[in-house]
């Protein structure tokens, strides 16, 4: 059945799920902030700075009106996970579904976005999209699966079935917190993956991050109340694996970039896009702390985006005390 799906950032991820949106037969409002970029899809139907060279679907209409958007009944939000609060707060409120699919945390108040967005808007279901997903794979079409988590058994299905496509293929859940700590987490480990490569410290130590990696992906998530299922899932280790691996990940590849001795500072003011683990990894260590969560590859990472040496760093991880591996 055709809808009317509204999708909130137009970066390059908001714009992928725009057209997985219009691909599943619906009618797209996509907002961004910048009336420049409105005006140029609109003209265009190409989102140059973020999807260059991919064609949209004439089912997409940009619009810097966020009350437009919110008239759909279901809303996909995909700004910056730091955006997340200001924007929901702009965004007009009638109980429309709320599908949340920007990975990280908020800062200081380390609220997961589900939480921001319950603060913000009470009145609406939320749910959460996350899962392995290189935006520019899905602009083209490629086979992607991802975690579509809601508690509301109807809606999580109803949502499940109005995004699939032949080449995309929600799995419902109903671990909300769950999905969205693995997109958060693995971010951060991503960045650590970077160094690894950057530095040559070889396929065997990112094997090693991956696996110590998820390890405390899941401690956390267990004390926040995730399912081990879901973090074992497409959204945790699934997701895990995918930016782990490639330099297609904007963590990946400022790791890369710390690894090979480049600052942090230089790297981010170098890019256009987000590379949300920078902004996370301080706020889930100050969160890990707040649970009392052991997380070592989490704060290695947050020293080296402070600036310490990568020698120095890799070699306190390494020299820890040893332990038992399910510790
Ligand atoms: N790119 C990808 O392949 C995937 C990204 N994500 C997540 O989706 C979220 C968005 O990522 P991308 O679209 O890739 O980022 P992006 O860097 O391509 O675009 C971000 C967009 O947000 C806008 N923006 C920045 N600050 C804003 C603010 N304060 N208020 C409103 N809009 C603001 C920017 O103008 C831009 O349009 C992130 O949390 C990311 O982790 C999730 C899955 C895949
Ligand atoms: O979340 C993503 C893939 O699932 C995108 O990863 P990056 O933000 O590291 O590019």
């Known amino acids: ?7 909130i950032g137009a970066g390059a991820w908001g714009t992928a799920l725009a057209q997985v949106a219009a691909s599943a037969g619906h009618e797209v409002r996509l907002w961004a902030r910048d009336p420049a970029l409105v005006a140029a899809i609109n003209a265009t139907a190409e989102n140059a700075p973020y999807l260059p060279g991919i064609p949209l679907s004439p089912r997409i209409r940009a619009t810097g009106d966020l ?6 009944p279901v809303n996909l939000v995909v700004t910056p996970a730091q955006a997340m609060r200001s924007v929901l707060a702009t965004l007009p409120a009638h109980g429309q579904a709320l599908v949340l699919c920007s990975k990280g945390i908020e800062a200081g108040s380390h609220r997961l976005m589900s939480e921001v967005a319950a603060e913000e808007h009470p009145r609406s279901p939320i749910a959460v999209l996350s899962g392995p997903t290189f ?7 490629l086979p992607t699966a991802v975690t579509l988590a809601c508690a509301a058994p109807a809606l999580r299905a109803q949502l499940a079935e109005w995004l699939a496509t032949p080449q995309f293929r929600p799995y419902a859940s109903a671990d909300v917190v769950g999905a969205e700590i693995g997109g958060a987490v693995k971010n951060v480990l ?4 970077g160094v690894v490569e950057g530095a040559g410290l070889g396929q065997n130590a990112r094997a090693a991050l991956i696996a110590r990696g998820f390890a405390e992906m899941t401690r956390f998530g267990l004390a926040r109340g995730a ?3 879901t973090l074992a899932g497409l959204s945790g280790l699934g997701d895990l694996v995918l930016t782990c691996s490639s330099v297609a990940s904007r963590n990946f590849s400022l790791g890369l970039g710390l ?4 600052s942090a500072a230089a790297l981010l003011a170098d890019r256009r896009t987000v590379a949300e683990g920078a902004f996370t990894a301080p706020v889930l260590r100050e969160a890990a702390a707040g649970v009392g969560v052991d997380m070592p590859v989490t704060d290695a990472v947050c020293r080296l985006l402070g600036g310490e040496a990568v020698d120095t760093v890799i070699g306190d991880l390494l020299a820890r005390p040893l332990r038992d591996e399910g510790a």
């Open 1 to 7: 059945m055709s809808e009317t799906i509204g999708v």
């Open 67 to 72: 009350a437009h958007v919110a008239q759909a």
């Open 135 to 141: 935006a520019h794979e899905v602009t083209r079409g």
């Open 190 to 193: 991503a960045i650590g993956c």
């Open 227 to 229: 399912d081990a299922v």
């Open 259 to 262: 690894g090979r001795g480049q």
